[in-house]
């Protein structure tokens, strides 16, 4: 699909430059930007302590504050010569709730993206990926430090293995994919053809996408005992793909949420972007 509203949360600590580069992005794609500056507050003190540091624990509360309004004052200046569409908004809330509130702006854009660990907190960067994917429903585009981030990729490569979570990726991708010059399906380790036993691994999905007229060269690689992810990430550098598109696997637990193992390798370590969708 065409994405018209591109979330992105940001810190205290991200530089002016990717803020820049985040609004030429949404300019390009003709997309309007929220900038949501975040500020992750340290949870209250409890037990016996409490009373003796809670005045210190307030006073934290408000440098956070006054940090998060300069922050916003310096997004605002960095922007002033832009185009883009662009809003600035804040939040400051505990990094339990933080994936939540996140979401709840989420509801309102069409993807959220997502810094990489050397401009946001690894919190950060996880609540930004569980608010996206679990709250709201809005895949989450995976930004990699030193790499160039597009909405128009020349390259990009489709981890298929036929479950809802891939076809849910490679439906938010249609767009992008129609654009790029060249399309890989990656499949590690198929197990049959799908629907018709007859049919070669991945025959399902490149007739669905050809639909589309996106024709596509399909992967079949050999795991090897390996984890999935790094199979794919091998696959991807070795075409050098300016993007990675898969389906992301996840479910609840108690008051988290728990990713599976090859979503969370991926949200840890990419090598290129990577775009989440479930």
Known sequence: MRWKTILCPISSETADRFVRQ???????????LSLLVT???????????????????LEERERDNALLLEKVAAVNSALANTSASVDVDRLYCDTSAAASEIGMRALYADLVLVADEGRVSKALRRAAVDGALFHAGRPALLAVADQELSLTPGKVALAWDASPDAAAAAREAITLMKSARDVHVLMVDPADGGRDQDEAPGADIATYLARYGIQVTIDQLEGGGRPVADVLRQRAAELSADLLVMGAYGHPRVMERVFGGVTQSMIEVARIPVLLAR
Do not use: M
């Not at 992005?25 to 309007?32: R, S």
């Not at 500020?39 to 210190?56: E, F, H, T």
């Open 39 to 57: 500020v992750l507050a340290a949870p209250p003190a409890i037990g016996k302590y409490a009373a003796l540091i809670s005045d210190a624990w």
């Open 22 to 32: 985040t609004a030429e992005l949404a300019y390009e794609a003709d997309a309007h």
